[in-house]
DNA sequence: ACTTTTCGTTCACATAAGTTAACTAATTAC
DNA sequence: GTAATTAGTTAACTTATGTGAACGAAAAGT
């Protein structure tokens, strides 16, 4: 029995597609099962299986990608109502091309692939909504390879502060820095020059 | 009547994945048309709604997104075996991100929204065979963020080199070049260095 | 064939971001 | 509460790529 109030966030993040009816919702939530992880602990690490897909209830996360250089790059910043997990790494069986580490302690309902695929195979709503999620992150990440290469750092960090005040306000700036591709260095010299009327 | 071997690329496509059977492609290609399109014509135009998804069966084409200062950045090359358009303007109906213009006189098989939506219903290898095609261009299109952001100009023109000497042979520099997201005067220096050996 | 346009290269100079290092402020650990 | 660590800023200098211009080679148009 669902203790009152557990998959509220869920349910509303549901609800804004229209997909899924209550009855569907409450099918999906039957496979999840509730974590909580401190600060700095991850949800998933680069090179490992990634073992399930999971829905932030509260707290953030960082997904970042280190290269052989040890230089990080950070993939995407999730809060309340974001889906985590390396989906090609669940799919595929491959190593995690990315790790995901918590910045703000989080509880996260998440599920492994068996749960996962049962809920798709049980829930034809669910199926669809998933089919559509996928082809929206296509589309998002088709758009930021656009976006990436032709802002400046400054035209980035511009567009993040109006688009995405969120991530501004509670994310430590060497971390935004590493997601707009640039140094913490960089970063600071950005937000001068803005300061300063250019 | 399908002309012999008309689909021959098509189905040496498809038969790679193992989802769809004999019957299935030939369900498939009843919903196609042939398009023949010769350099410089335009299959997508960026701003425009994309009416179709292509199958190129000869000939090569080239995707890219023009900003608002006039600079283009080429988003891939497409060859024998690619598939071509804007899906999120075909789905959706928003104008087209991109446009896609021919580079060498092209053979394309085409099918409209309709079509593409009859065969995904009628078909259910094809609707199978899409929805894994769809997660691995997502995977594929993430991984490229990753390279985007950590390898410098030469080394992604090295790694062009490298896997994908087709596109170093067939393709003129300056695209090249704003494939990378360079000039083409930069593609020029990064390559002199190479050949002095650094 | 001849002309025009496009392509690729090179150069000198400009600019954005990286690097190293020093310093202070803020946070965390004990 | 204090020490240790992490985060953010600044500065001087380096490096990669952009910019504008010139030139010859190649390709396309007639």
Redesign the interface.
């Known amino acids: 029995m669902e203790p009152f109030g557990t998959f509220s966030n869920l349910r509303e993040h549901f609800a804004e597609t229209n997909i899924l009816n209550d009855e569907d919702i409450a099918a999906f939530t039957s496979f999840l099962t509730v974590k909580r992880l401190k600060k700095k602990e991850f949800f998933t690490v680069q090179g490992e299986l990634c073992r399930s897909i999971g829905f932030v209830n509260s707290g953030c996360l960082r997904a970042f990608?280190t290269?052989e250089k040890g230089?990080e790059?950070t993939?995407y910043f999730a809060f309340l109502n974001w889906w985590i997990g390396d989906?090609?790494s669940f799919?595929s069986g491959t190593p995690s091309?990315?790790s995901i580490q918590v910045l703000e302690d989080c509880e996260v309902f998440q599920a492994d692939k068996t749960k996962w695929e049962e809920a798709l195979d049980q829930i034809p709503a669910f199926e669809k909504w998933y089919?559509i999620k996928?082809?929206k992150?296509?589309?998002a990440?088709?758009?930021?390879?656009?976006d990436?290469?032709?802002e400046s750092a400054e035209e980035k960090y511009l567009k993040l502060l109006k688009n995405s005040p969120e991530i501004v306000q509670r994310i430590p700036q060497h971390y935004i820095a590493s997601y707009l591709?640039i140094k913490p260095q960089s970063l600071s010299r950005i937000r001068k020059n803005i300061s300063l009327g250019r």
Chains 1, 2 share one sequence.
């Open positions: 990608h290269d230089d790059f993939m989906k090609t799919y091309r990315f089919r996928v082809r992150s296509y589309e990440t088709q758009q930021k390879i656009i990436t290469q032709i591709g």
